[in-house]
T-cell receptor, first 113, second 115 residues
Framework: AQTVTQSQPEMSVQEAETVTLSCTYD???????LFWYKQPPSRQMILVIR??????QNATENRFSVNFQKAAKSFSLKISDSQLGDTAMYFC??????????FGTGTRLTIIP | GAGVSQSPRYKVAKRGQDVALRCDPI?????LFWYQQALGQGPEFLTY????????KSGLPSDRFFAERPEGSVSTLKIQRTQQEDSAVYLC?????????????FGNGTRLTVT
């Protein structure tokens, strides 16, 4: 079985600052995929960033980047120059094989103006 | 359509009633997933379709839950004899590719409240 753990239920940060959200996971698979999804109050899950486990280079998408530590099974998300629109629930997720995603319990991020 | 569409957006049912939740995926998307998201939790997998074939229903919590996708496009999640523990947001997602690691595109979900 695979598990995803997010140990920070809530975080807040001043606008324009940098914030890092933590995620650890467990899987016996050697090739898998990791994701960060954002869920605003509209409830729609929006893909933020995706990482392939066999790629050592950390994925980046504009202000969003990850620190992927495969040996430690850690996958943290860094948001630079945070904006009010970044306020949302953030979910870390893992999948392999038939695309079934396993999600963590989420981190509620609030950007303070 | 432009995105995954789910209806209704909100549903209130009395305990014991049957409900049907609809998902209209992005046109051409082969894979379709249903997830259940309890309040304050992450989404939990329910079932998965590839075209009209239901390949995995291991996450359905009981035989009161049934999903179908008869023509490989629109899908319906049916819950019979609803119970209070069924109250949750039901999310539908679709993806274009068949290979692993394909990003999922989610709808806005249906919030089901059982009274």
């Amino acid at each position: 079985a695979q598990t995803v753990t997010q140990s920070q239920p809530e975080m807040s940060v001043q606008e324009a600052e940098t914030v890092t959200l933590s995620c650890t996971y467990d899987t016996s698979e050697s090739n898998y995929y990791l994701f960060w999804y954002k869920q605003p109050p509209s409830r729609q899950m929006i893909l933020v960033i995706r990482q392939e486990a066999y790629k050592q280079q950390n994925a980046t998408e504009n202000r969003f980047s990850v620190n992927f530590q495969k040996a430690a099974k850690s996958f943290s998300l860094k948001i630079s120059d945070s904006q009010l629109g970044d306020t949302a629930m953030y979910f870390c997720a893992l999948n392999f094989g038939n695309e079934k995603l396993t999600f963590g319990t989420g981190t509620r991020l609030t950007i303070i103006p | 359509g432009a995105g995954v569409s789910q209806s209704p957006r909100y549903k209130v049912a009395k305990r014991g009633q049957d409900v049907a939740l609809r998902c209209d995926p992005i046109s051409g998307h082969v894979s379709l997933f249903w997830y259940q998201q309890a309040l304050g939790q992450g989404p939990e997998f329910l079932t998965y379709f590839q075209n009209e074939a239901q390949l995995d229903k291991s996450g359905l919590p009981s035989d009161r839950f049934f999903a179908e996708r008869p023509e490989g496009s629109v899908s319906t999640l049916k819950i019979q004899r609803t119970q209070q523990e069924d109250s949750a947001v039901y999310l539908c997602a679709s993806s274009l590719w068949l290979r692993e690691g394909s990003p999922l595109h989610f709808g806005n979900g249906t919030r089901l409240t059982v009274t």
